[in-house]
């Protein structure tokens, strides 16, 4: 059984989070609230712990791990050569969802980088997460705290959901504020290349990096990930989802067609949907998710609707794309690892 601890979201308690940073520091696997969702952390520089986030999660030794940090003066102590542009990122963008991946310290554990010669790094800005790395006097590798593949964690309970018994402890700081996970930013290679699309948007990036490379990543089954997320099936409920993207109106005219088609079939169907679009499918017999009315709030509830509609015995689950600026470039990202790839595009 797991142990969950609740704790202030904007003012741990120190007790509860020295708690907690003692299993870290013993070797043991603590979950505990992030910016973006909930990391599953061990301490970076044990390779035992470490190896024990891979069992945990069912995670493929070949996806790396992010270490997280309580201030980049614990940069320099994890990775090598690190170039002036990383610090200026790290000025204006730490704390927060941006991780920078960097040449890796050779005294660090060959499994937290998936044996690849990088390290991926970040400063989180929850103060929960924040306190308890200080407290545990060490970086802590961490990723998202659920089974490898399924949807993201953005609550304690969506954590205990999947990983109760796998790991010692909890800490339950509520909701997640961000709900996808940091852009994971590759700074050994040039241009600067985006590997996973995150909490930190492109635009923001360019203004820094007017070279940036934002091209798509897809790592193969069986090959070393260059990044956590990259895989093409992530982010996936148990049951198969549709990705729909075109020309707003006829992409929602074909996820119609789809849905009066698959209930025609008497197949329970279920729809990602933005608040203004739930009416139009009021009239169908189908289960609904309401996403929100803007990017901010799609990005905060989007795992909890995958979760959601996974859970309600859907045969299957519709979404659709959303404008690819700003957060929508991240969700666009999770919903077609979501998809495992499958997309439908609405023509006129």
């Known amino acids: 059984m797991t142990r969950v601890l609740h704790v202030t979201p904007n003012a741990p308690e120190p007790d509860r989070i020295e708690i907690a940073a003692r299993a870290i520091r013993e070797g043991r696997l603590v979950a505990f609230p992030t910016?973006?969702?909930?990391?599953?952390?061990?301490?970076?520089?044990?390779?035992?712990?470490?190896?024990?986030?891979?069992?945990?999660?069912?995670?493929?030794?070949?996806?790396?791990?992010?270490?997280?940090?309580?201030?980049?003066?614990?940069?320099?102590?994890?990775?090598?050569d690190i170039p002036q542009l990383a610090i200026d990122l790290g000025e204006r963008l730490w704390p927060g969802p941006l991780t920078l991946v960097l040449k890796r310290n050779p005294r660090l554990?060959?499994?937290?980088?998936?044996?690849?010669?990088?390290?991926?790094?970040?400063?989180?800005?929850?103060?929960?997460?924040?306190?308890?790395?200080?407290?545990?006097?060490?970086?802590?590798a961490a990723p998202s705290a659920n089974l490898f593949s399924r949807p993201?964690?953005?609550?304690?309970?969506?954590?205990?959901?999947?990983?109760?018994?796998?790991i010692d402890l909890i800490l339950d700081g509520g909701p997640t504020p961000v709900g996808v996970e940091s852009t994971v930013l590759d700074l050994t290679v040039s241009p600067p290349a985006v590997l996973r699309p995150g909490g930190v948007p492109a635009e923001i990036l360019r203004e820094m990096i007017p070279t940036l490379d934002v091209s798509?990543?897809?790592?193969?089954?069986?090959?070393?990930?260059?990044?956590?997320?990259?895989?093409?099936?992530?982010?996936?409920?148990?049951?198969?989802?549709?990705?729909?993207?075109g020309p707003r109106d006829s992409m929602l005219a074909e996820m119609r067609r789809t849905a009066q088609q698959l209930l025609a079939e008497n197949k329970r169907v279920?729809?990602?949907?933005?608040?203004?679009?739930?009416?139009?499918?009021?009239?169908?017999?189908?289960?609904?998710?309401?996403?929100g009315d803007d990017l901010d709030s799609v990005a905060r509830r989007l795992f909890t609707g995958l979760r959601q509609l996974d859970s309600s015995g859907a045969d299957l689950i519709l979404a659709h794309d959303f404008p690819r600026e700003g957060l929508g470039l991240a969700i666009w990202d999770r919903l077609f690892r979501a998809a495992e790839g499958r997309v439908v595009i609405g023509n006129w």
Do not use: C, W
């Open 35 to 80: 910016e973006t969702v909930y990391g599953l952390g061990a301490n970076a520089l044990d390779p035992a712990a470490v190896a024990r986030i891979f069992e945990a999660k069912g995670r493929p030794p070949t996806d790396p791990l992010i270490a997280h940090i309580a201030s980049p003066d614990q940069l320099r102590g994890l990775a090598l």
């Open 216 to 245: 798509p990543r897809v790592a193969g089954p069986a090959e070393s990930a260059s990044s956590p997320g990259t895989f093409l099936k992530h982010y996936s409920p148990q049951s198969p989802l549709l990705l729909f993207t």
């Open 270 to 291: 279920a729809m990602l949907l933005a608040t203004p679009e739930i009416s139009l499918f009021a009239d169908l017999p189908v289960i609904t998710f309401d996403l």
């Open 152 to 166: 993201s964690p953005t609550t304690a309970e969506h954590v205990l959901r999947d990983l109760d018994g796998r």
């Open 109 to 140: 554990p060959a499994n937290l980088s998936a044996g690849r010669d990088t390290v991926a790094v970040r400063q989180p800005a929850h103060p929960v997460a924040a306190a308890l790395i200080r407290s545990a006097g060490t970086p802590i």
